[in-house]
């Protein structure tokens, strides 16, 4: 067990990486984080910021001599900094984890090996591209092309109407790794956060419910609308892929819920994630909190929803030209906590800040809660539109 006032490391700098530290530093740890940019959220609240290359060698000593755990906050850190840091450090989640997660084309390799369902889907090497494989087992049109690697937020994806608009896709990607997958009609998107120790123990959050707006998500609701057996199912397998990974630490996984009732893996991310936002103020304990305690290897905590909740995210889209948001609607609903990760630059499509908007106990689903939060982000839309008016 390690214990504080231990120094843990983090990779990656980012919101998500910002609440890990003030989760961790909150529980007498101090928090070591490496991030290229030197306006990174996490770095600014740390106790040291390594403002270097995630590959860079001194960077990478200096943190497996000080931290006596390191764990994530983004998947796409190169593969030979998480080998050599596996290597020379305790590193948790494993190389395993993070390399299928940074790999469409690993996970979904994986996810087929341990049984788990996926939408149909092809490999489109680098290089020349393949023909569409037809057949049961491949991918039928309309359909989505996906960059293999570091994609994130809908980048990196190109919609594709039939089997001959592949070669102008992957010329459009650079011709790269990818998958092609058929585009399933969705029902609803759902997501697990799971958190498991070494030694086997795990506890998974509330399935949540997701709606996304060009790509990015934009609505979490817990508890969705999902029937009992669906949510437990979800749950079930979140748990089988951590299982499966030997995993520590948070995990989370995206599922598409089709309208023919499938349950499909999306994919699968190595950390915390947008989606539990809400449990900062609707579970009995943090996203960020559980990873401490994972990979920490203390005792997870009960990861219960205290009541109905609706998360929207703030992005950059909503700063006006000059100055910020006027936020004295959200401010004035004492329902609506407000999250900002200090983000100096607002740009399109950049998550700058979310809002869970809390529901009232006793309610047995977060529809309310869902409608207000919905009602203040828009408007702050508003008010963006009125200012260039
Ligand atoms: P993020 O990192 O934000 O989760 P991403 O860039 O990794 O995003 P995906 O999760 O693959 O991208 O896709 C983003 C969204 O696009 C999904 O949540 C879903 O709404 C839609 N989408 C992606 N793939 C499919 C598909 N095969 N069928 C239907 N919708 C899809
Ligand atoms: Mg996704």
């Given at each position: 067990?390690?214990?504080?006032?231990?120094?843990?490391?983090?990779?990656?700098?980012?919101?998500?990486?910002?609440?890990?530290?003030?989760?961790?530093?909150?529980?007498?740890?101090?928090?070591?984080?490496?991030?290229?940019?030197?306006?990174?959220?996490?770095?600014?609240?740390?106790?040291r910021?390594?403002?270097?290359?995630?590959?860079d060698?001194?960077?990478?000593?200096?943190?497996?001599?000080?931290?006596?755990?390191?764990?994530?906050?983004?998947?796409?850190?190169?593969?030979?900094?998480?080998?050599?840091?596996?290597?020379?450090?305790?590193?948790?989640?494993?190389p395993?984890?993070?390399?299928?997660?940074?790999?469409r084309?690993?996970?979904?390799?994986?996810?087929?090996?341990?049984?788990?369902?996926?939408?149909?889907?092809?490999?489109?090497?680098?290089?020349?591209?393949?023909?569409?494989?037809?057949?049961?087992?491949?991918?039928?049109?309309?359909?989505?092309?996906?960059?293999?690697?570091?994609?994130?937020?809908?980048?990196?994806?190109?919609?594709?109407?039939?089997?001959?608009?592949?070669?102008?896709?992957?010329?459009?990607?650079?011709?790269?790794?990818?998958v092609?997958?058929?585009?399933?009609?969705?029902?609803?998107?759902?997501?697990?956060?799971?958190?498991?120790?070494?030694?086997?123990?795990?506890?998974?959050?509330?399935?949540?419910?997701?709606?996304?707006?060009?790509?990015?998500?934009?609505?979490?609701?817990?508890?969705?609308?999902?029937?009992?057996?669906?949510?437990?199912?979800?749950t079930a397998?979140?748990?089988?892929?951590?299982e499966?990974?030997?995993?520590?630490?948070?995990?989370?996984?995206?599922?598409?819920?089709?309208?023919?009732?499938k349950?499909?893996v999306?994919?699968?991310?190595?950390?915390?994630?947008?989606s539990?936002?809400?449990?900062?103020?609707?579970?009995t304990?943090?996203?960020?909190?559980?990873?401490?305690?994972?990979?920490?290897?203390?005792?997870?905590?009960?990861?219960?929803?205290?009541?109905?909740?609706?998360?929207?995210?703030?992005?950059?889209?909503?700063?006006?030209?000059?100055?910020?948001?006027?936020?004295?609607?959200?401010?004035?609903?004492?329902?609506?906590?407000?999250?900002?990760?200090?983000?100096?630059?607002?740009?399109?499509?950049?998550?700058?800040?979310?809002?869970?908007?809390?529901?009232?106990?006793?309610?047995?689903?977060?529809?309310?809660?869902?409608?207000?939060?919905?009602?203040?982000?828009?408007?702050?839309?508003?008010?963006?539109?009125?200012?260039?008016?």
């Amino acid at each position: 067990m390690i214990q504080p006032p231990a120094t843990l490391g983090l990779l990656g700098g980012g919101q998500l990486g910002r609440y890990f530290v003030e989760a961790a530093q909150g529980m007498g740890y101090a928090v070591w984080v490496l991030d290229p940019d030197p306006a990174s959220p996490a770095g600014r609240v740390a106790a040291r910021h390594l403002c270097q290359a995630f590959d860079d060698p001194d960077a990478l000593q200096a943190l497996a001599a000080a931290c006596e755990v390191i764990t994530t906050e983004f998947e796409n850190i190169p593969r030979p900094a998480v080998e050599w840091l596996d290597a020379h450090a305790c590193l948790r989640p494993g190389p395993r984890a993070l390399t299928i997660a940074q790999d469409r084309l690993e996970e979904k390799g994986f996810l087929g090996e341990i049984g788990v369902a996926v939408a149909p889907w092809q490999a489109v090497p680098e290089g020349a591209t393949p023909d569409v494989q037809t057949g049961a087992e491949g991918p039928s049109f309309p359909a989505i092309l996906k960059t293999a690697r570091l994609g994130y937020d809908g980048k990196g994806q190109v919609r594709l109407a039939k089997a001959g608009d592949l070669p102008a896709a992957h010329a459009e990607l650079g011709q790269v790794d990818c998958v092609l997958e058929s585009r399933v009609e969705l029902e609803r998107e759902l997501s697990v956060l799971v958190a498991r120790t070494a030694d086997g123990a795990h506890e998974a959050f509330p399935v949540a419910e997701n709606a996304h707006r060009d790509g990015i998500l934009h609505l979490t609701r817990v508890p969705g609308g999902a029937a009992a057996a669906v949510r437990e199912r979800a749950t079930a397998i979140a748990g089988h892929i951590a299982e499966r990974l030997a995993y520590q630490g948070v995990l989370a996984v995206e599922f598409f819920l089709t309208v023919d009732g499938k349950l499909l893996v999306n994919e699968i991310a190595p950390r915390p994630h947008n989606s539990g936002h809400y449990t900062q103020d609707a579970c009995t304990v943090s996203q960020f909190e559980q990873q401490v305690r994972a990979v920490c290897g203390l005792g997870l905590a009960p990861a219960l929803l205290t009541m109905p909740v609706a998360m929207v995210n703030l992005l950059g889209d909503l700063w006006p030209a000059t100055g910020a948001p006027d936020w004295r609607n959200v401010l004035a609903a004492g329902r609506a906590r407000l999250h900002l990760y200090g983000k100096a630059e607002a740009r399109t499509g950049r998550k700058m800040g979310h809002v869970n908007v809390l529901g009232l106990p006793g309610e047995d689903d977060a529809g309310a809660a869902a409608s207000a939060a919905e009602a203040l982000w828009q408007g702050l839309a508003d008010n963006v539109e009125e200012g260039m008016a």
